[in-house]
């Protein structure tokens, strides 16, 4: 058996393990697409109206993650992992796991769930403490009795907390999906995807097993819902055609922006004709420089519908990634009038219209991406390009707030204070873009004061 020194040295180790713990993960990467973005926000729209939550408030953030899952994290947004987009069927599936997430916000669950969080450990921390002065004053088996008996009672109570929120927060889904006249077929569909993935992972089923779980034993949570939605109204009601068409063509393209080629061109292959289809192998023939390929997949789309920004936008995405930024400039100006500027895409024609190295389209390029950055601050991508333009005209302090608003999105505190504080001293007193850089600069000295006081 170990000394009580030495066990006191590995408690006090397995303490700090456990306040590392409890540390938030990173930021996980998101993924930006004017199309999907606009989907999203249709698809929990009329949720978000039955929830008698503030329309327009809610966002819902797309992940890069292959698993299947959905969280809030705190706030009115959602995030649904890409996982779970390629793993729905239908529109209506992902709209019943959205108005699951929507139950979480209204009751508040991000916030009791940090407040629990920080009970369970409590709880633990205590224990290890007792533990350690068990082992001090030689009684080892005293201090793992401690440690253990701790670590049950909050796990125990962690877990029960947490199952029952999901419980609730199921029923509250149920309602939402009924006051927005939205069926809840695919809300039972894919909790049915998820049972089987379970079975298929060899995770227990048993009654027992649910003990150990954070959620309810999801044949329970289909058969209760089952119960509650079959007798609703709105169970048989009709899945939305257009916003299935929506979903399957965003799908397909997200599927083929994120897989290896050879898997998108096996799951589409040339004798599928859809619009999907064509989506996916722009995206895999482009992935693999195949230019020509991948323009004619985006000319088929415009042979379909000349007028979709979204295929507009994907041609010019392939010329200008391909080395053609003058040629990309006439479906992206067109792409960017018919979205009235959607931020992202305007961004985009703002970095072709750069890419030309024709000084003589700096001014449009200034004017859009200006524009982009009015209706959507929190796009990085179109903040570069716009510094590159002011650094281009000598408009030098302009180009310093551009930086600093780029850097302290991406969490590069200490440059973007010195880009603030520089644009600061330079740009005309009293201006907007004098009191932005004031903004930049408070908030990028308060994350820096943040990350210290966690230090």
Known sequence: MPSPRSLAARLLALLACTVIATQPLAAQAILRDAETEELLKDMVAPLVEASEL???????????????????????AIYVHSGLIDAADTANEVQGVLAHELGHITAGHAIRFEERTKAATGITLLSLL????????????????????????????????????????????????????????????????LRGDEIRHGYSQSDEAAYSRTHPLTG???????????????????????????????????????????RTLNAFPPSDTSIPAHYARAYAYHKEARVDMAL????????????????????????????RAEEALDPLRRATELTRSQPLIAGLFGHALIATEDKANYPE???????????????????????VVYAAQGDIPRARLASAEQLV???????????????????????????????????????LERLRDER
Not at 237 to 243: E, H, T, V, Y
Not at 296 to 323: H, I, M, R, T, W
């Open 130 to 193: 007792i533990g350690v002065g068990a082992a001090l004053a030689g009684g080892g088996d005293a201090a793992m009795g401690a440690i253990m008996a701790g670590q049950q009672a909050a796990m125990g109570s962690f877990l029960a907390y947490n199952r029952n929120q999901e419980a609730a927060t199921d029923l509250a889904g149920a309602r939402y999906l009924s006051g927005a006249g939205i069926s809840g077929r695919g809300m039972i569909s894919f909790f049915e995807k």
């Open 409 to 447: 999105m991406n969490r590069q505190y200490p440059e973007a204070l010195q880009n603030a504080q520089a644009a600061e001293a330079n740009l005309p007193y009293g201006s907007p873009d004098w009191l932005r850089a004031q903004d930049v600069a408070l908030e990028a000295r308060a994350e």
């Open 365 to 387: 390029a200034e004017r859009v991406l200006r524009a982009a950055v009015a209706r959507d601050r929190y796009n990085p991508f179109a903040w570069y390009q716009l510094g």
């Open 54 to 76: 503030e329309p327009g408030n809610v966002e819902v953030v797309l992940i890069n993650d292959n698993s299947i899952n959905a969280f809030v994290a705190g706030g009115q």
């Open 296 to 323: 004619a997949e985006a000319d088929a789309l415009l042979a379909a519908e000349p007028d979709n920004p979204y295929f507009l936008e994907l041609k010019g995405q392939v010329l200008l990634e391909s080395g």
């Open 220 to 262: 329970d949570r289909i058969q209760t819902l089952r119960n509650l939605l079959e007798s609703d109204p709105a169970w048989s009601a009709p899945d939305d055609a257009a916003l299935q068409e929506r979903f399957l063509r965003a799908k397909a393209k997200l599927y083929g922006y994120l897989a290896e080629p050879q």
